[in-house]
């Protein structure tokens, strides 16, 4: 990574890695990559293709072509994902590197060709990959169900999905483990709850990052073994029954008092 020359390089071979199929592969149309992965960051076609170049001469990708379509590797993906069961995934629909694919050397030839035409090239490219983005937001909704349903705090789902459909992910396998582990956090834990955030605050805020203090029963207990809260309880109570004599006593002293 630290050979490469940009952020924006490293961040797009870092970004495409969710988007990678169950053999590593990704679409190698800088517009499909531009729309997909890089959706806010306003780069041009020409600063995406000029990437796609650099990762692939740095061997960090491979990309290659079938029947007229253009498609990445990650040549090094199994070695990363060494628990990955590919058995238990669904079948892609990207075709995968075979001796019979066209190896693809460069994006800038078939980017300068068109420079002209870019707006009707994006165009042509969102409507031919309109299914692949169907199913892409189709992923995206399921997988926030499964956040939500997690989420122990649920208010303000629309505001909630809205920042998921916006946020850059990681992978809910992460998100999940994350919301496990914060459940039994000394901040998610206090008060019942009470300072869980809204679960578009969390999302908004990428919580997932959090390092949050674990829980510790122990840290509020006092020497006679009783909790804070509960010492705070018995103190209230306290305070109620001493204004409640109070106000006895001074009835007795008014009717006594009294003609």
């Given at each position: 990574m630290a050979c490469l020359s940009s952020d924006t390089v490293r961040l797009l071979y870092t970004w495409m890695l969710s988007h990678l199929d169950i053999n590593g592969n990704f679409y190698a149309d800088p517009v499909m990559v531009?729309?997909?992965v890089f959706t806010r960051l306003g780069h041009s076609i020409k600063v995406i293709s000029s990437a796609l170049d650099e990762l692939a001469e740095k061997g960090l990708i491979v990309r290659y072509q079938v029947n007229g379509e253009r498609y990445l590797k990650y040549p090094d993906f199994f070695d990363k994902q060494p628990k990955l069961l590919p058995f238990r995934e669904g079948v892609s629909e990207i075709p995968n590197l075979t001796e019979s694919a066209s190896l693809i050397e460069s994006n800038i030839?078939?980017?300068?060709?068109n420079i002209?035409?870019?707006?009707t090239l994006t165009e042509k490219s969102l409507k031919n990959n309109s299914r692949v983005n169907s199913e892409l937001k189709k992923e995206r909704h399921e997988s926030f169900l499964l956040f939500y349903k997690a989420y122990p705090r649920k208010v303000n789902r629309r505001e909630a999905l809205d920042r998921w459909n916006k946020a850059n992910l990681p992978d809910i396998s992460v998100i999940l483990k994350a919301i496990e582990d914060q459940k039994k956090s000394e901040q998610w834990m206090e008060e019942d709850g009470k300072y869980i955030p809204h679960p578009s605050t969390w999302i908004n805020k990428e919580r997932w990052n959090d390092e949050l203090k674990p829980y510790n029963p122990k840290r509020n207990i006092q020497k006679d073994g009783r909790s804070l809260r509960d010492r705070e309880i018995d103190a209230?109570?306290?305070r109620i029954n001493e204004r409640y004599e109070k106000s006895k006593i001074l009835k007795t002293t008014t009717s006594h008092d009294a003609p």
């Open positions: 531009n729309n997909l030839n078939i980017i300068e060709s002209n035409g870019e707006t209230e109570t306290d």
